[in-house]
Each structure stands twice: as C-alpha cells, then as structure tokens.
C-alpha cells in the first residue's frame, strides 16, 4: 500500500453511517426488515430508492425492474407482463413497477439479489412486500421514537427522465409525501439522484423553506454521463469547475469509493485523488458508496479468504482508510461494520 496521505478532516460535524438500501447485506434489501437492522446496528440515516407503480404510488425499490428483488416470475398470473425497454439509453428486461398497480405489487414478495453470495439474507426469500414510502417513513417515525434518536432519510429517485417521460413524474410526489408525515418535516431528509435537472428543480421548490431537506448528486465513476445532461461528463463533474456548478443547486456529492481513494494495478489501494480536497473547497460535503463486507468487493490488501466470505475486520479497515481520506458521511450495506468504524471499536 502507498505511503497514505495526511488525513483530512470532514467538513460535517459528524460523519454519518449510512444504511444502504437499509442493511443489504443481512436482509433483502429495501424491505421494512432490512431497515430494522440497520436502525438496530446504528445507522444514522437509511436509504430509500423510489420508483413508481403504474397507479402513480412511490415504492422502494433500487430498480423499476424487479425480476432480480421480487418473486414476480414465480406468478405465472404477470407471465405476460415479462418484457423489454429502453431505460436511460439501455436496454433491460424483465418485469417494471410502471406496469403494475400498488394492489399488485402486493401480491409480490422480495427476495436477495445477491442470493449467491449473501445465502444468510437469501434465507429470508418470500418474507417480506413490497414497500411504499410512505410505509417506510411511518416505520422510521416508530423506530425513532422507540429508540430515543432521530433517523434520517436519504431517499434517491430513479430514472428520473424515464419516469416523466411515461407520464409518471415523481419529484413533486416525494416533495407531497414528505410534506405529509410529520415526521419528515423536521428529520433529516436528503433526497439524491443521478440526474442534475431533478435536482435543480427540487432547489427551487424547496427554497430556505424546508432546512432539514437537502440535495445530494451522485456522480458515476463509469465516465458516463446523466441520463438528462448528455453534453457533460460524470468526470467533467468532478473537476473543480464542475464542482462549483454543482454547489449551486447541492449539499454534497456522492461518488463511488474508488473516485476518492482508487485501486492500484494490483487492486490494493493506490493514493486518494483530490476529489474530496476540491470538494470541500467548493463547500459540498462528501458521500460516497458503497462499501460492504465480502472479500469480492475489498480491495486486496484488505482481503482475508474466499471471495464470497464474509471480512468484518477488513471492511472496518477499509472504511477508516476512507474516513482519513475526509469523507463526511458514506453508504454501508452492514451499518455495524460503518458504525464500529466511525466510533473506533
């Protein structure tokens, strides 16, 4: 491993364990189950990621395909529905929350999509439905008041333009539905996509109105670019100007780990790159994903076995290598491993 930089210090006041999509590496992922653990394990704020049915009602799931999360081609009742779009330029098939009604997603129940590598989670196949979002706020309102600390919501909204361009907009709907519970007008809220017009059109909504709401850009390492900004680069995005630009409309950015602190040709971890410094210095906070606890996603110098083992301690040190880097806040599929990290145990 490199000589590692000088540590650099978050500009949050606390550095936030992010349970994403809940704790997916313990239960199926965006189930009320799956946040009940990361609450559990101490996560500060949980991830929702929003779709829509065909009815217009905001569930959660990480895609609007949920071949790879439901049981759905177990129902030889939706056998027809099994088909092939064109989603933000790509083409995907299987079965999509836009053409099923909230009754039928039901009917429905969720299932690990990592069933091969994480068969402890995958045990719990077929126990759990579907969400809404609003189900999912109520459940953390009760979890929070249970257990005496507020619990933040990171919800992310997918596909964006896809969405309105069906007729389906959800932007207004997740402004609508945090409105509604009374719990979301004052818990922390910060809603993210991939997209950067959403967001700007979230900004102007929200206005100084609503400060427990802030914004969050995702940036992909692929070199792609936003589903609804083909003219600029995730890259260009990352450069100081591009930072600035983003500073305008958002509170932080997330990149994927590696954009902070890339793997070397061996796989181990090379020196971190100047994305966090420049991000700071734009006054955006830093949040990156994902990090999680099987050797397969490591990198190899923190690697202890077979690469669909469990590495409790390697992720731990993964993650510090990533706190001394200056991050603010991360996403964790094992909120323990995040929150043994942070506090030091």
Do not use: C
């Not at 609007?64 to 129902?75: R, S």
């Not at 299987?94 to 969720?110: H, S, V």
């Not at 995702?218 to 990352?238: N, V």
Request: proline share 6%.
């Amino acid at each position: 491993m490199p000589t590692p930089a000088a540590p650099v210090a978050p500009i949050a006041a606390k550095v936030l364990v992010i349970g994403h999509r809940g704790a997916s590496a313990l239960r199926p992922e965006h189930t009320l189950a799956s946040y009940a653990v990361a609450i559990h394990d101490g996560a500060d704020v949980i991830e929702p990621d929003l779709v829509s049915t065909k009815d217009g009602v905001l569930v959660v799931r990480h895609e609007n395909e949920i071949g790879g999360t439901t049981d759905v081609a177990a129902h030889p009742e939706f056998a027809a529905r099994r088909t092939t779009k064109t989603v933000d330029g790509a083409g995907v098939s299987g079965w999509f929350t836009e053409d099923f009604t909230l009754a039928e997603l039901k009917t429905l129940r969720a299932r690990e999509r990592l069933g091969a590598v994480r068969k402890a989670s995958a045990a719990y196949d077929g126990q759990f439905d579907v969400p809404t979002f609003d189900e999912m706020i109520e459940f953390v309102a009760a979890e929070a008041s249970a257990s005496g600390r507020v619990i933040g919501i990171i919800p992310e909204i997918k596909h964006s333009t896809y969405f309105r361009g069906i007729g389906l907009p959800m932007e207004d709907k997740v402004l609508a539905t945090l409105a509604a519970h009374a719990y979301t007008r004052t818990a922390p809220v910060e809603i993210q996509s991939f997209e950067v017009g959403n967001l700007t059109y979230l900004r102007g909504k929200l206005g100084k109105d609503h400060p427990n709401v802030r914004l969050l850009q995702l940036l992909d390492a692929s070199g792609e670019h936003p589903a609804d900004a083909p003219a600029t680069t995730y890259g260009q995005m990352m450069t100081p100007a591009g930072l600035k630009a983003i500073a305008s409309y958002a509170d932080a950015i997330g990149p994927s780990i590696r954009s902070i602190i890339p793997l070397g040709a061996d796989g181990r971890l090379a020196l971190p790159t100047s994305l966090v410094r420049d991000a700071h210095a734009a006054g955006l906070e830093v949040h990156p994903y994902t990090f999680r606890p099987e050797n397969r996603f490591l990198a190899k110098n923190f690697r202890n076995g077979a690469d669909d083992s469990r590495n409790e301690a390697g992720s731990v040190a993964e993650i510090r290598a990533y706190l001394a880097a200056g991050i603010d806040a991360f996403f964790t599929d094992d909120p323990a491993l995040g929150r043994k990290a942070v506090d030091g145990r």
